[in-house]
């Protein structure tokens, strides 16, 4: 069964103070791995998608990376509005399927 | 282009009753998929349409069901509620999931069973 677990739970951060959120996995045949951001009381919205070990993807302040076990998004020197719920989520060999982590809340602090 | 569409926004029920939700997929997609998300739980996969089809089914009971129409809509239903169904139903949408495709998620319908 595909498994994912994201690090830490909760992030509080000063404006402009640089960090990294951490998603880890499990799975059979990864077809990709996806990051999406929640605000409250709104679905999730993509970022990025990822395929391979190696991989990078950048959209302004965040940029995504993959190695065969975990992912990273680098947040550079955050605004308050970056502040949301940071979802990871693989899909496997289980097409149609996506298994989500239990996301990262992070808060940024002007 | 308008985005995936949830109705109703709000629902309050009682144990034991059943409830429908709905969802409007973006234009020209085919696959719609169904999550659970609770605090507790996160977001937990119900179920995948394709093409009028059920693709995919997590593990919930029985008592959780939908359907897809040929316009590419879907419907969930649950029935017999209990006070642990209590939470956001998200209804995604993509072109066509099986191909790696990012989803396109609704606002959700925040169900409440007391």
């Known amino acids: 069964e595909d498994q994912v677990t994201q690090s830490p739970e909760a992030l509080r951060l000063q404006e402009g103070e640089s960090s990294s959120l951490n998603c880890s996995y499990t799975?059979?045949?990864?077809?990709?791995l996806f990051w999406y951001r929640q605000d409250p009381g709104k679905g999730p919205e993509f970022l990025f998608t990822?395929?391979?070990a190696g991989e990078e993807k950048e959209k302004e302040r965040l940029k995504a990376t993959l190695t065969k076990k975990e992912s990273f998004l680098h947040i550079t020197a955050p605004k308050p509005e970056d502040s949301a719920t940071y979802l990871c989520a693989v899909q496997g060999s289980n097409a149609g399927k996506s298994t989500f982590g239990d996301g990262t809340t992070l808060t940024v602090k002007p | 282009k308008a985005g995936v569409t949830q109705t109703p926004r709000y629902l309050i029920k009682t144990r034991g009753q059943q409830v429908t939700l709905s969802c409007s997929p973006i234009s020209g997609h085919r696959s719609v998929s169904w999550y659970q998300q609770t605090p507790g739980q996160g977001l937990q996969f119900l179920f995948e349409?394709?093409?009028?089809?059920?693709?995919n089914k997590g593990n919930f009971p029985g008592r959780f069901s939908g359907r897809q129409f040929s316009n590419s809509r879907s419907e969930m239903n649950v029935s017999t509620l209990e006070l642990g169904d209590s939470a956001l139903y998200l209804c995604?949408?993509?072109?066509?999931?099986?191909?790696?495709?990012?989803?396109?998620f609704g606002s959700g319908t925040q169900l409440s069973v007391l």
């Open positions: 990822l395929y391979s």
């Open positions: 349409y394709f093409s009028e089809t059920q693709r």
């Open positions: 799975v059979s045949g990864l077809r990709g």
């Open positions: 995604a949408s993509s072109i066509d999931s099986s191909t790696n495709e990012k989803l396109f």
